[in-house]
């Protein structure tokens, strides 16, 4: 008994060709750089897409910024007036060409 599987375990238990287990080597092999170059087009289809889609968000928020982009207008303080402002604000045109004013005739040499 002893023998008998003594000389099961040595013996492989199909006798197969050299030609036939080149031939499942070559098509294993093809059949993996198949697989493997299928799964790299995805992975490049799937970079392409995301980036298309990265450009288009790009286009339409410049898009938006360019169109909804108004000229910044230069906000002036008002200014408190002075008393002398308020005086003459409350003038109608006669008094106006009453008030004396100050003229120049000569402008004197130093």
């Given amino acids: 008994m002893k023998q008998k599987s003594d000389n099961m375990s040595k013996a492989l238990p199909y006798q197969e060709s050299e030609e036939y287990l080149e031939a499942l080597l070559d098509r294993v092999t093809s059949e993996a750089v198949k697989q493997q170059k299928a799964a790299g087009q995805s992975k490049r289809r799937s970079l392409a897409r995301w980036s298309a889609a990265a450009a288009v968000v790009l286009a339409l ?47 004197p040499e130093y």
């Fill in 61 to 107: 928020g410049i898009g938006l910024m360019v169109l909804n982009h108004e000229p910044k207008r230069a906000v002036v303080p008002p200014r408190a007036a002075s008393p002398i402002d308020e005086f003459l604000n409350t003038l109608t045109d006669e008094e106006v060409a009453q008030l004396p004013y100050y003229e120049i005739e000569e402008i």
